[in-house]
């Protein structure tokens, strides 16, 4: 199994500052039959479900402000918060869907200084 | 875009309990389906999927053997059947729709294990 790891797993963060999380995958997640990377990044909420925030490394989904931004290839991959908010507190999570089974990084839990 | 899960509670380890998933704001039929869980404060883990047609399914090792997902687009539902639970099989249970990636989830069904 692909194994996902997060690093920080705790972020405490100043609003208005700056914010980044890495995730390392055990294998590349570089599809080389399409030129996909499959590395997506999840929101967790306080009492919430997770949602979507970056496909495919770096693309923001539907809704998700810019500044959140996502990068990286093979193995290693950067989610950055440009300016944090109140609202992005949470927990992160990175999950990889190259080939199953899918696997989550342990979660970074970030909240506010 | 709605998901809906139903079915958890409290049951005996070696039970079983089947949950539903019922989809509505879109067209079950459109997309390939899955089942993510989470352990009281843990992190997540993904469980199945299921193809559009049924006919493909993926288990995590965790659960292989003992939990079956299938769906019946008719009635816009997905299903989980989970047999021979464990203590460890205690979490909540997202079904979550996959539009490459995963992009909605539901707000879950806690599935207590525990005599």
């Known amino acids: 199994d692909i194994v996902m790891t997060q690093t920080p797993l705790s972020l405490p963060v100043i609003p208005g500052e700056p914010a980044s999380i890495s995730c390392r995958s055990s294998?590349?997640?570089?599809?080389?039959?399409?030129?996909?990377?499959?590395l997506d990044w999840y929101l967790q909420k306080p009492g919430q479900s997770p949602q979507l925030l970056l496909s495919?490394?770096?693309y923001r989904a539907s809704g998700v402000p810019d500044r959140f931004s996502g990068s990286g290839s093979g193995t290693d991959f950067t989610l950055k918060i440009s300016r944090v908010e109140a609202e992005d507190v949470g927990i992160y999570y990175c999950m990889q869907r190259i080939e199953f089974p899918w696997t989550f990084g342990q979660g970074t839990e970030v909240q506010i200084k | 875009v709605q998901l809906v899960e139903s079915g958890g509670g409290l049951v005996k380890p070696g039970g079983s309990v089947r949950l539903s998933c019922a989809a509505s704001g879109f067209t079950l039929n459109d997309h390939h389906m899955t089942w993510i869980r989470q352990a009281p404060g843990k992190g997540l883990e993904w469980v199945a999927y299921i193809t559009i047609s049924g006919t493909t399914t993926y288990y995590a090792d965790s659960v292989k053997g003992r939990f079956t997902i299938s769906r019946d687009n008719a009635k816009n539902s997905l299903y989980l059947q989970m047999n021979n639970l464990r203590v460890e099989d205690t979490a909540v249970y997202y079904c979550?729709?996959?539009?490459?990636?995963?992009?909605?989830w539901g707000q879950g069904t806690l599935v207590s294990v525990s005599s």
């Open positions: 495919t490394v770096s």
């Open positions: 294998q590349s997640l570089l599809d080389s039959d399409d030129g996909n990377t499959y």
């Open positions: 979550a729709r996959i539009y490459w990636p995963i992009d909605y």
